[in-house]
């Protein structure tokens, strides 16, 4: 069993930054790829950006890319989502999930995920 545990959302200006992390605790995670979602009040989950196992290949929503960056440290059995230039629309609650792939974590088909940070960005 894996425990994810997500920290380091709040309220920040437009414009502004965040630095999420992803504790992991109970197993390594370093075999899993591993990706953030967010979902809105009144709208669907959204993938936000997925990670390789080895952290070799990264993958972004389009509405993120550029100014969003996932990156990960396996020896801490930790993942990051760093994010800039912080919009309105970026407000949700961002989830940290892993699984066997990114490509399965696109899908939605995650092993295992976190109860989630609030993100809210003001205007």
């Known amino acids: 069993q894996v425990q994810l545990v997500e920290s380091g959302g709040g309220l920040a200006q437009a414009g502004g930054s965040l630095r999420l992390s992803c504790a992991t605790s109970g197993r390594t995670v370093a075999i899993y790829a591993m990706a953030w979602f967010r979902q809105a009040p009144g709208k669907e989950r959204e993938f936000v950006a997925g990670i390789s196992s080895t952290g070799f290949n990264t993958y972004y929503a389009d509405s993120v890319k550029g100014r969003f960056a996932i990156s990960r440290d396996n020896a801490k059995n930790a993942g990051y989502l760093q994010m800039n230039s912080l919009k309105p629309e970026d407000t949700g609650v961002y989830y940290c999930?892993?699984?066997?792939?990114?490509?399965?974590?696109?899908?939605?088909?995650?092993?295992?995920r976190g109860q989630g940070t609030q993100v809210t960005v003001s205007s």
């Open positions: 999930t892993i699984g066997p792939s990114t490509a399965r974590l696109r899908l939605g088909q995650w092993e295992y």
